[in-house]
């Protein structure tokens, strides 16, 4: 229709907005009173929930593909790990514990997979896992890589990555196996990479 209207007013902060894969919410992270908490809001009816209630930080929400489950990053534990809840913030479960700090977590089409970023070691790395939190794999690594999206069927993973300090960032993938590192061919840089639905 052309009509633009604001999502939220809540809060003095709102970010990390992402759509549920119905297109009928969304779910973002918002920064009232220094606490940044997870809410959701349903685009028709207008009704805004509050998921989590907690001092840490709370961002970074994932929709699963049947909106069941909410998948997200928290520092809760002291460091920023990864969390699993249900869609009505009931049930929070930590399901990262390697070393390192996760964010930017993703659920693959199935909701069989997390695709995640983790910062370890002086370098960045784009790793999966099962929803479960089982199962760990490191896929990339370099001086910069993140914001993983899969494909449509789940095979692949698309992200950013920079060699080094003052590099332009570039666009890759890597199959869900780890195989197949490939840097996309796009004219000058690219960054934040975001991978369609199936299209008819």
């Known amino acids: ?84 809840m249900n869609a009505d913030g009931s049930n929070v479960t930590r399901i990262s514990f390697g070393a390192g700090r996760y964010s930017t977590p993703v659920w693959s089409p199935d909701g069989t997979m997390i695709a995640f970023t983790k910062q370890m070691g002086g370098q960045f790395q784009i790793g999966v896992m099962n929803a479960d939190g089982s199962g760990e794999r490191i896929l990339a690594s370099a001086y910069l890589v993140e914001g993983p999206s899969f494909s449509p069927n789940g095979r692949v993973i698309v992200f950013q990555r920079e060699e080094g300090p003052g590099q332009s960032p570039s666009i890759w993938t890597v199959d869900v196996s780890g195989a197949n590192l490939r840097r996309v061919q796009v004219s000058g840089a690219g960054s934040d990479p975001a991978w369609s639905p199936m299209l008819d």
Not at 30 to 48: A, E, F, H, Y
Not at 58 to 79: C, E, I
């Open 1 to 84: 229709t052309g009509r633009r209207e604001a999502v939220t007013n809540i809060g003095n902060l709102v970010f990390a907005p992402r759509f549920s894969r119905d297109g009928q919410s969304i779910i973002f992270s918002s920064d009232r009173d220094g606490n940044t908490d997870i809410l959701t809001k349903n685009l028709r009816t207008g009704q805004v929930r509050r998921l989590t209630d907690n001092p840490a930080i709370d961002t970074s929400p994932d929709l699963a593909p049947d909106n069941s489950k909410v998948v997200f990053n928290s520092d809760r534990s002291g460091s920023p790990q990864l969390y699993k």
